[in-house]
């Protein structure tokens, strides 16, 4: 991923565009070989341009790219997935903008992220098979463990006991799950149900599809997307620090059970919680 060669091919799904110019636009790709990047697309929003309708955002697709002094560039796109009943669905769209805007903060440029990369794309071809926002959920859960910010469930985030069965605080700023000893160390957080905190720990061993198929209802769905967004925002505000960071992908890459895709269920044989 490294040569110098003047041209490569990959596949990526489109995260951004932003329109230069008369007709042409830059996006940001997220690859699978070659990880984030930008490069430009000359002409494409040109009617007769052939890359026209390929390179958009949310799209997957197979491109071949040239490298150029400052800005690669796009010779070549073709889609393999469209992801079109996710885009004309404004609901799953707009969960769909949130996963490709997180995937985009939590990459690096340039560097090869497989397991983020096959976690969009399960979410992606989730959404647009119809799952519902607890794709979105999956999706936050999963990219903490691969990127090294696990949620601390199983034992307090502060203290390491084990946690007994009942509603717990969840705090973003420790990572997790946090004791009732612990509970002034922690500087903010939420009480999370029994509920809730059994339908997280499901998610850690379950497929995209298992987890989508719970039946959760509003308030449970609410509570989870609160809880995750306190897990995300403060690895989004600290910026991600690049050791821990580089040390996770590279063990993510080495346990292929991390893709969804791959996980054995029958090895952890996940009960799903009672809703
Ligand atoms: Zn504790």
């Known amino acids: ?87 004309a669905d404004l609901e799953r769209m707009n969960l769909a903008l949130y996963c490709a805007e997180l995937a985009d903060r939590f990459t690096i440029d340039r560097v090869e992220q497989r397991p983020i990369y096959e976690l969009l794309v399960d979410v992606f071809h989730a959404l647009d098979g119809g799952a519902s926002a607890q794709a979105a959920r999956y999706f936050e859960l999963h990219l903490l463990a691969i990127t090294g910010y696990e949620a601390q469930l199983d034992a307090c985030a502060v203290c390491r006991q084990k946690l007994p069965e009942e509603e717990t605080l969840i705090s973003g700023p420790a990572g997790g799950l946090v004791c009732r000893a612990c509970r002034p160390a922690a500087s903010s957080g939420r009480i999370l149900s029994v509920r809730a905190v059994k339908v997280l720990r499901y998610g850690r061993t379950a497929t995209i599809h298992q987890f989508d198929n719970l039946r959760l209802d509003d308030t449970l769905e609410r509570e989870l997307r609160a809880a995750l967004g306190d897990l995300v925002r403060p690895v989004l505000d600290r910026e991600l620090n690049t050791t821990r960071y580089m040390d996770a992908l590279e063990r993510a890459d080495r346990i292929p059970a991390l893709s969804p895709n791959h996980v054995q269920s029958d090895q952890s044989n996940p009960v799903p919680p009672e809703p």
Do not use: C, W
């Open 1 to 87: 991923m490294t040569d110098r060669s003047r041209s490569y091919s990959t596949e990526g799904i489109v995260l951004r565009r932003r329109n230069i110019g008369e007709a042409d636009s830059i996006l940001t790709l997220f690859s699978l070989h070659e990880g984030k990047f930008d490069a430009v697309a000359r002409g494409v929003r040109k009617a007769k341009s052939r890359m026209r309708g390929h390179l958009e955002p949310l799209t997957r697709v197979q491109v071949h790219v040239a490298r150029g002094r400052s800005l690669d560039v796009f010779t070549q796109a073709e889609t393999i997935e469209a992801h079109r009943a996710l885009k």
